[in-house]
């Protein structure tokens, strides 16, 4: 088993034309740890089927993902594709920790407000189980609209309750994913590291923001980058291993996967964070879970009801009683989502 790996998820042409920029950064300071990118073509040995209907399930991809490269590497770290690495990312790399998380904007309480502000972009295990569980999380819960979250509102459940550990990156003034987002100050180049204010950024994620390229950073940061060449060499290699792990699992870890959703509950989940949702889509809610892995779950216990929408390409569930009973799904529904 090889030590370490780095994985993004790059499905679509803007995806993998970030996650070239992300693997060309990260390359240039750790060169010796493999980058694998997980393309269209990949899509299927995960799910069953050959093409994605919502990005709900490419964001929920990113646990299984991380419990397949958990077989090859001791320890697995995900990047979101919208990133760029700036410095060697020691204290995140080179920790004994079992799991490491990173934090959010320090405002953003998407999850519930007592859950640690945990931004799902980046992530680092070396325990199997962690991702079989996040991924349990994410496709256990039914969400009450399609949105591209569930995977971090899963994330913070799980860190709520158990004992993961949190970069220290407030008090230390350094960000490897997203916390100095909306801090005040300028972005800089100053002594060959980028900073934000005064918050040096190891990794920058733009984290949905609407531009997600360097043009949102001023001229020194744009040269700085350029100059992050990376190793031509080494990205062939890397595309060469992720070709043979992808290849030699492909019919082992769909089976896998397969029966793991066959043995997952479906359940509703009624945080109040959520409640405001419920208000807009009563009674119908959504699965993070591509059809092609859907299909093999359990029919639903309790007031929930499995059902396909017209067009057959997902499922979703409903509760009857908040639907009054109605079978109906309209057309302005369906498009809001």
Request: proline letters at 5%; hydrophobic letters at 40%; aromatic letters at 14%.
């Amino acid at each position: 088993m090889r030590p370490i790996c780095a994985f993004t998820i790059a499905i679509g042409a803007q995806a993998q034309t970030q996650a070239n920029l992300l693997r060309r950064t990260f390359d240039t300071f750790h060169s010796d740890i493999p980058f694998i990118i997980l393309r269209d073509e990949d899509f299927v040995i995960f799910t069953g089927q050959e093409k994605f209907q919502r990005v709900c399930e490419i964001i929920g991809l990113r646990a299984l993902a991380g419990f397949f490269l958990s077989f090859y590497f001791e320890k697995v770290l995900h990047m979101d594709s919208d990133m760029v690495v700036f410095n060697r990312l020691e204290a995140l790399l080179e920790t004994e920790k079992d799991v490491i998380l990173t934090h959010d904007i320090p405002g953003c309480t998407m999850g519930p407000i007592d859950c640690p502000k945990i931004n799902s972009g980046v992530v680092l295990a070396k325990d199997p189980d962690f991702w079989l569980q996040w991924a349990a999380s994410i496709y256990s819960i039914a969400f009450p609209m399609l949105n591209t979250i569930g995977d971090q509102f899963a994330l913070r459940l799980m860190a709520k309750n158990g004992s993961y550990s949190l970069l220290d990156e407030i008090e230390q003034r350094v960000s490897y994913n997203n916390v100095a987002l909306s801090a005040p100050g300028d972005y800089l180049v100053r002594d060959q590291k980028v900073w934000h204010g005064d918050y040096e950024l190891k990794a920058y994620h733009w984290a949905g923001q609407p531009t997600r390229d360097l043009s949102v950073f001023p001229d020194d940061i744009i040269n700085y980058v350029g100059n992050l060449r990376g190793d031509k060499t080494k990205v062939k290699r890397d595309n060469d291993l992720s070709k043979a792990l992808f290849d030699s699992a492909r019919d082992y870890f769909f089976h896998k996967f397969k029966d793991f959703m066959a043995n997952l509950p479906i359940m509703a989940h009624g945080d109040k964070w959520l409640e405001y949702y419920y208000k807009l889509t009563p009674g119908i809610m959504w699965s993070f879970a591509p059809k092609g892995l859907e299909a093999f779950r359990k029919e639903p216990d309790g007031n929930l009801e499995r059902r396909v929408e017209p067009e057959g390409n997902y499922h979703y569930y409903v509760d009857p009683v908040l639907l009054n009973n109605s079978e109906r799904l309209s057309n302005s529904n369906q498009n809001a989502f």
